[in-house]
């Protein structure tokens, strides 16, 4: 029995790279899985579903997720992730606070709009 057995995990920006391979790998061990991701491209566009995705992928291989696709750059969508997790599983055990995001530009080339959402979510 893995320690992560009925523990529920919170991920943020796990609809992708890294924080994809955490979800995948805590539902792995047994975690139920919080898959959050609010979606979006280098540019601001991009795809909502990418959370859908991988709470589809964990439960094909016998885990038990849900998606989550609010943004963690303000509180009410950090109270929104964390309330799907109690409302569902019953509790929150373990975060992984992994989101973030980045503008495809150079420093001298970001607009002010840009660099505020950056740091919401980088910082806030």
């Known amino acids: 029995m893995s320690e992560f057995e009925g523990k529920v995990v919170v991920i943020t920006g796990a609809g992708g ?5 955490h979800a995948l790998e805590f539902a792995r061990r047994g975690a139920k899985v919080v898959v959050n991701d609010l979606g979006g491209g280098v540019a601001g566009g991009g795809d909502s579903d990418a959370a859908d995705l991988v709470v589809e992928e964990i439960r094909n291989s016998g885990g038990d997720a849900i998606a989550n696709k609010a943004s963690v750059s303000d509180r009410v969508g950090a109270s929104s992730i964390i309330k799907d997790a109690v409302d569902n599983f019953g509790t929150v055990d373990m975060l992984v606070n992994n989101a973030g ?3 495809d530009r150079s420093f001298r080339k970001m607009t002010l709009d840009d660099w505020d959402i950056v740091m919401n979510v980088h910082m806030n």
């Open 101 to 103: 995001i980045l503008r």
């Open 17 to 21: 790279g890294l924080g994809k391979a």
